[in-house]
């Protein structure tokens, strides 16, 4: 079982917190999304009630071992500072005398956020001198950030090996939760959508839930490369050729299995990649040559709907189409709706899938939205994440 912050004593204990301040932000600095730092609130809320001195550690873009200005957690430590309601202090860096100075300064009840992790390549490179100078800050380590789990990196994984006392904070410990009641031991039936661009990046996932779910559905550009395999003529249609046979191998298997794929009957079909394209409905047959598949149809929405209508559980990770373009919406957003409205235990997975529940304004009533998509698939690929490893040796 992992531990989480509750099992420890933390009053006056310097506690270092890994989470995930990768947020987006505009040309002037100001946070545009703040889902990631509200998600990880609890637990920071949970320290300083605590007494705890507070310390935390994130990485921000990829500054490739660079101290480059536009990814200082700077404005962090300001919004920070906005929504506790009491001053943030940013370190000038994650490791040196400087910072150590600060963190010894330190009261019961303070928070300092480090600069950022991978100024430092050793970060990336999970350097053990580095994860050791991590480790000098903290008597009590916690890992609060899934969306970097998957990466063994020395502030997830390295730090572990220098201090005793490390647990799961609790969103963490909740991600886990989510996933393992809806793959691990779901109600049924259990549905998983799947869409975005490559089979390439989804196909270990893919292959592994066929053993766990009852139905499959799948859109998006990757549906392309399952269609070929069939047969079908997808005119200039993204398409991953290298991956034929395994999509074939796939559907095989699934019908051995006894597992439903569906995949989409007729699409949004465009001249070009562009919002102002002529676009039509047709079916699969009959997408023109030099047009390509940009959404999935209504006929395939309305097939997708009656599948979910039946499912207890509903994992969706990666849209139907290119949904950041209106006349190339509407199948992501339909299914945005039907999730929505469902009875089942839904769970979202990944920027784009968020992204995409949020644009429709059904970001409320989703169940669970995972806040880590290269987690999320580590998981449904069937593979253990080493940041949550480590916290159990």
């Known amino acids: 079982m992992m531990k989480t912050i509750r099992d420890f004593d933390i009053s006056g204990k310097r506690v270092l917190i890994r989470v995930d301040f990768n947020v987006p932000m505009d040309e002037a600095g100001n946070i545009t999304d703040d889902l990631r730092i509200q998600t990880v609130m609890p637990t920071v809320q949970y320290a300083l009630e605590q007494k705890a001195r507070v310390i935390l550690c994130s990485h921000m873009g990829r500054p490739k071992g660079e101290r480059v200005e536009k990814f200082s957690l700077a404005p962090v430590a300001r919004y920070l500072s906005d929504i506790l309601g009491q001053t943030v202090q940013l370190a000038p860096d994650c490791i040196g005398s400087e910072t150590e100075a600060m963190v010894a300064a330190m009261q019961d009840g303070d928070v300092l956020l480090l600069e950022n992790l ?80 490559k089979v390439s990046s989804k196909l270990g996932a893919l292959v592994n839930m066929l053993d766990k779910v009852d139905a499959l559905l799948i859109g998006g550009a990757m ?52 919002a102002d394209a002529t676009c039509k409905q047709v079916t699969i047959q009959d997408i ?42 509407r199948g992501t957003m339909a299914l945005a709706h039907t999730v929505a409205s469902s009875h089942a235990l839904s769970i979202t997975g990944g920027g784009d899938s968020n992204a995409a ?37």
């Not at 809806?182 to 661009?197: E, H």
């Not at 309305?302 to 190339?328: H, K, S, Y």
């Open 118 to 197: 991978r100024y430092h390549a050793e970060e990336q490179a999970n350097d053990p001198e580095f994860s050791k100078k991590l480790a000098s800050l903290a008597d009590v380590y916690i890992n609060n950030a899934f969306a970097v789990s998957h990466r063994a990196h020395a502030s997830v994984v390295g730090i572990t090996e220098f201090v005793a006392d490390k647990a799961a904070g609790f969103l963490l410990q909740k991600e886990m939760e989510y996933f393992h009641r809806s793959v691990d031991d779901p109600v049924r039936p259990l549905v998983a959508i799947i869409g975005g661009a």
């Open 223 to 274: 549906a392309n490369t399952f269609l070929k395999s069939q047969g079908y003529g997808l005119g200039a249609s993204k398409v991953e050729d290298d991956l034929l046979q395994e999509a074939n191998s796939l559907l095989a298997d699934a019908r051995e299995k006894g597992v439903k794929v569906y995949l989409p009957v007729d699409v949004i079909a465009a001249d070009s990649f562009s």
């Open 288 to 329: 023109p040559q030099g047009w390509m598949a940009l959404d999935i149809g209504p006929a395939s929405v309305i097939c997708f709907q009656e599948v979910l209508a039946d499912a207890r559980t509903i994992i969706w990770n990666g849209p139907m189409g290119a949904f950041e373009m209106d006349p190339f919406a």
């Open 357 to 393: 529940v949020k644009k429709f304004g059904e970001a409320e009533n989703i169940s669970y939205m995972s806040t880590g998509g290269g987690a999320f698939l580590m998981l449904m690929e069937g593979k253990e994440l080493p940041g949550v490893v480590a916290l159990e040796k």
